[in-house]
């Protein structure tokens, strides 16, 4: 298993600011993903975040809106650039340990734009 | 584009009886997962299911994975109130993107007692 720590838990920011949220693996783990849930909604992928190399962003989303970190096998960041009330939103990281194993997710960052 | 439409998007029952949620998609996928999330929490795996036909069972939650990989059902016997949360159904589209789950829209579930 995987324990994920994503800081922070939520936040409100001013619009037009940025955040950035920080996930944290008690292992190494292979792939980490960025997820976006809506309220009311369900999650979709924001990116895949590649250690030591630039993300891999689904459609929709672009890496100047989203610029995600991974330094290493443990740690990923995803910052919310410019926010705009659009962007209130719950931010989930989650992890794969290996292939084709159980995906973890990190209890989320609840975000709220103003 | 939603890959996997979730029926019913919301169930209330009381305490006791039993529920069924469908996962349907025109996709087939490598495998399927289905999630519980409760208020503020992450999504917590339930299953994984991977073959054709398989049917997993996990205490009172019985899963099954249709033979052409493209549809997924959960069944719940005797809803406790502890089974309230949002369930979620994630295909992983090819084993080439594995870790990359497209989820459905999730089904609200709430038991009363």
């Known amino acids: 298993s995987a324990v994920i720590s994503q800081k922070p838990s939520r936040d409100i920011c001013q619009r037009g600011t940025s955040l950035t949220i920080q996930c944290q693996v008690d292992s190494q783990v292979t792939m980490m993903f960025w997820y976006r849930q809506q309220p009311g909604q369900s999650l979709t992928l924001i990116a895949t975040?590649?250690?030591?190399?630039?993300?891999?962003?689904e459609s929709g989303f672009v890496i100047d809106k989203f610029p995600i970190s991974r330094p290493n096998l443990t740690f990923s960041t995803l910052t919310v650039s410019n926010m705009s009330p659009e962007d209130s939103s719950i931010y989930l990281c989650?992890?794969?340990?290996?292939?084709?194993?159980?995906?973890?997710f990190g209890q989320g960052t609840r975000l709220t734009v103003v | 584009t939603q890959l996997l439409e979730q029926s019913p998007q919301f169930l209330s029952i009381q305490e006791g009886e039993n529920l069924t949620v469908y996962c349907n998609s025109s996709s087939v996928f490598s495998s399927l997962q289905w999630y519980r999330q409760e208020p503020g929490e992450g999504p917590v795996l339930l299953v994984t299911?991977?073959?054709?036909?398989e049917v997993k069972k996990l205490k009172r939650l019985t899963f099954q994975f249709g033979d052409a990989r493209k549809d997924s059902s959960l069944h719940i016997t005797a809803a406790q109130p502890g089974d309230t949360g949002l369930y979620l159904c994630a295909g992983e589209v090819t084993t080439d993107s594995w870790g990359k789950f497209q989820f459905g829209a999730g089904t609200q579930v709430v038991v009363t007692p």
């Open positions: 989650s992890v794969l340990p290996a292939a084709h194993t159980e995906a973890f």
């Open positions: 975040a590649n250690q030591g190399s630039e993300a891999t962003y």
């Open positions: 299911v991977v073959t054709g036909g």
